[in-house]
């Protein structure tokens, strides 16, 4: 009888990464949270040579530093979508690695857009109906800042609906009924240069596929410099390589050195927390995050350093991920059912908490305050004060938090319930009119001449084939 290693199955198994995207899909949620009640989090010390609060500091601060959470998307958006590939790869079945790139990058694309544009819809119906107008009036820095008006008519409703869903597919523009939407358009660029990097290195040998990711690493600071994007490549990229490292024997055989284990591992997990811990405003302001950014701006060329909270939340995940991959106990950690399932709604929470906290929590949070007179912080001659309904007392804030999170998990759980399987069988509808019957599929199938083409017997009934 075979009996296999329950820490190797441990190793071989990537359940970590849903649990891992649960964890940062709460607290990218957390930071908005924060920019709504506690704004003061966001700098890493109240005053230059300061004493700085609790939550002010490195690891702790993370509640607030939703850009390096937003980096653990990217890493774990490369390293998921290679691991099959390069699975297949390493086993000599390259052709089956290429057929499926472009299944799944053509599937990748609709699983976007469709959740996108019908969370936007649900927004803007929100806004267009005054849902939103306690939230725009409130004395939440976030909420007010992504809460648009009613519009003055139905025809600029509607004209204001579309170029919404437009602006979230476009650089350097963002969706003004879903703020958190400005991600969107950067996680399908990353599932396009992963694409092209898979395609362009699935039949290398291991050793010049990972020489090859890396040299690619290096190469995107350069194009992300020139398209000011916050580092896509390197992170996605990152990723990849993390997935040929993961599929080697190389894991395995490190966590069972007790140095690793015990010292190695949770050193590498440190680091990379207090570098996603970088603050996206004055870093200068603090000891530690000052000398985070001599180091990196020293370290790194400016191609790579433009974007400096970006760059060290970015080394910081991928950090990070490497600690947990050499580790049996983190793997094990991560891999529990309820930061599973958690990681399972990661997406759902991540277009939908926006919209529940201009919502809910706004009405929980400011129904019945009393308008108060703040100053503009853009005064003018003529206007230098607005009112808006003022903030509570930390109890009804914390009861308004816990009624938020209930109702976001919730509706997560029937987004992912209702709503995914309707767009899976869209995509797949979608998947068989745009391939070809006759001389062989272009999104699927065999690349081999000599095969014929498989035909769904409806691609309105096919089940999504689950990308491994």
């Not at 969706?175 to 290398?204: E, H, K």
């Amino acid at each position: 009888m075979l009996v296999v290693d329950p820490n190797e199955r441990i190793m071989q198994d990537s359940g970590w990464a849903d649990g891992l995207r649960g964890i940062a899909a709460v607290y990218v949620a957390s930071s908005h949270l924060v920019l709504c009640f506690g704004r003061q989090y966001t700098n890493p010390c109240c005053t230059d040579n300061g004493t700085p609060w609790l939550f002010q500091r490195p690891i702790l601060r993370l509640i607030a530093s939703g850009h390096s959470w937003v980096a653990i998307f990217f890493v774990l958006l490369g390293f998921v979508n290679a691991l099959k590939p390069i699975k297949q790869a390493r086993s000599g079945d390259s052709e089956s690695a290429l057929s499926g790139l472009s299944t799944a990058a053509f599937r990748r694309s609709f699983r976007l857009v469709l959740p996108a544009s019908v969370a936007t819809i649900i927004s803007w119906t929100l806004c267009q109906t005054g849902a939103y107008e306690l939230a725009r009036n409130s004395d939440a820095y976030w909420l007010y800042t992504n809460t648009p008006p009613q519009s003055d008519s139905w025809c600029g409703a509607v004209h204001s609906l579309v170029l919404a869903l437009m602006s979230t597919w476009r650089l350097g523009d963002g969706n003004l009924y879903d703020q958190p939407q400005w991600a969107l358009i950067y996680l399908l660029m990353g599932s396009i240069v992963g694409y092209f990097v898979l395609l362009a290195t699935v039949q290398l040998t291991s050793v010049w596929r990972s020489i090859t990711l890396a040299l690619c690493l290096f190469w995107s600071w350069s194009w992300s410099y020139n398209q000011r994007d916050p580092l896509v490549g390197f992170t996605v990229i990152g990723g990849i390589l993390l997935a040929e490292f993961s599929v080697s024997p190389q894991p395995a055989r490190l966590a069972t050195l007790p140095l690793v284990s015990t010292f190695l591992s949770p050193v590498l997990a440190l680091m990379g927390l207090v570098l996603m811990s970088y603050p996206s405003s004055n870093p200068d302001s603090a000891p530690w995050s000052a000398v985070l950014k001599y180091v990196f701006g020293s370290v790194f060329p400016k191609t790579a350093s433009f974007s400096m909270p970006r760059l060290v939340g970015s080394v910081g995940a991928l950090t990070l991920c490497l600690a947990i991959l050499i580790s049996t106990h983190l793997r094990r950690a991560l891999s529990v059912k309820p930061l599973r399932w958690l990681g399972k709604l990661s997406f759902p929470i991540y277009l939908l908490h926006g919209t529940v906290m201009r919502t809910v929590l706004a009405w929980v949070v400011f129904a019945g305050q009393p308008l108060e007179a703040f100053p503009l912080e853009h005064p003018t001659d003529d206007h230098d004060t607005i009112y808006r309904y003022a903030q509570p007392g930390i109890a009804r804030i914390a009861f308004g938090l816990i009624i938020m999170s209930v109702v976001t998990l919730y509706a997560s759980h029937l987004w992912a319930n209702n709503f995914e399987p309707a767009f899976g069988k869209i995509t797949a509808w979608a998947e068989g009119k745009m391939k070809f019957a006759g001389d062989g599929p272009i999104l699927t199938g065999s690349l081999s001449p000599h095969s014929a083409p498989r035909t769904p017997r409806s691609p309105i009934d096919r089940p999504e084939k689950r990308e491994g």
